[in-house]
Antibody, heavy 126, light 110 residues
Framework: QAQLVESGGGVVQPGGSLRLSCAAS????????THWVRQAPGKGLEWVAF????????YYTDSVKGRFTISRDNSRNTVYLLMNSLGPEDTADYYC???????????????????WGKGTTVTVSS | QSALTQPASVSGSPGQSITFSCTGS?????????VSWYQQHAGKAPKLMIY???NRPSGISNRFSASKSGNTASLTISGLQAEDEAAYYC??????????FGGGTKLTVL
């Protein structure tokens, strides 16, 4: 059974950095891309970033470009989200999610997420 | 990047059918068949309900159906049940490799 478990959340001061991890099990991790999605307190879902199954392509929402970096280590079945220059607007629950298509190249992207983790909470506050 | 437009809330009684709307533009919802829907119960992670506009993943009840017309996608729940009370979010392709969520609709089962 496919499972994703996020970790690394916590309280960080404005301008600080944090690295989130997403550990996968129960499926062939190296065959699937991974998304990060966040949800500010009391707000809706916001797509944050996506990394292709082999790490060769990475995509970001505009508000995090240049500050966040998504990466993956297929030998550890883990995806990371390095977050720099954090501001209060980054306070949210962060979810990782498995892409729905196996070995999707740009031409194959279907833009949906079929397995989600339970999330990790990031609070940016002084 | 603007979110897709969803009504903030809807309500219905058990047994009824209810439809959620998700409005975008020619550049996202209207231009591509990459609309998906997610259910999120309070305090829980989202769950995929529909992908590719109309497709239900394995294990999702056939009470859930979806469609698209022009720039608006729709999710319909038939035979409403108390357990359907949740927030529902649509997403769509935005540009290569990126997607955008709707603001979400909170469903209350009366």
């Amino acid at each position: 059974q496919a499972q994703l478990v996020e970790s690394g959340g916590g309280v960080v001061q404005p301008g600080g950095s944090l690295r989130l991890s997403c550990a996968a099990s129960g499926f062939t991790f190296s065959n699937y891309g991974t998304h990060w999605v966040r949800q500010a307190p009391g707000k809706g879902l916001e797509w944050v970033a996506f990394i292709r199954y082999d790490g060769s392509n990475k995509y970001y929402t505009d508000s995090v470009k240049g500050r966040f970096t998504i990466s993956r280590d297929n030998s550890r079945n883990t995806v990371y989200l390095l977050m720099n220059s954090l501001g209060p607007e980054d306070t949210a629950d962060y979810y990782c999610a498995k892409d729905g298509v196996e070995k999707a190249t740009i031409a194959d992207y279907q833009y949906y997420m079929d397995v989600w983790g339970k999330g990790t909470t990031v609070t940016v506050s002084s | 990047q603007s979110a897709l437009t969803q009504p903030a809330s809807v309500s219905g009684s058990p047994g009824q059918s209810i439809t959620f709307s998700c409005t975008g533009s020619n550049s996202d919802v209207g231009g591509y068949d990459y609309v998906s829907w997610y259910q999120q119960h309070a305090g829980k992670a989202p769950k995929l309900m529909i992908y590719g506009v109309t497709n239900r993943p394995s294990g999702i009840s056939n009470r859930f159906s979806a469609s698209k017309s022009g720039n608006t996608a729709s999710l319909t729940i038939s035979g409403l049940q108390a357990e359907d009370e949740a927030a529902y979010y649509c997403t769509s392709y935005l540009r290569t490799g990126t997607l955008v969520f709707g603001g979400g609709t909170k469903l209350t089962v009366l």
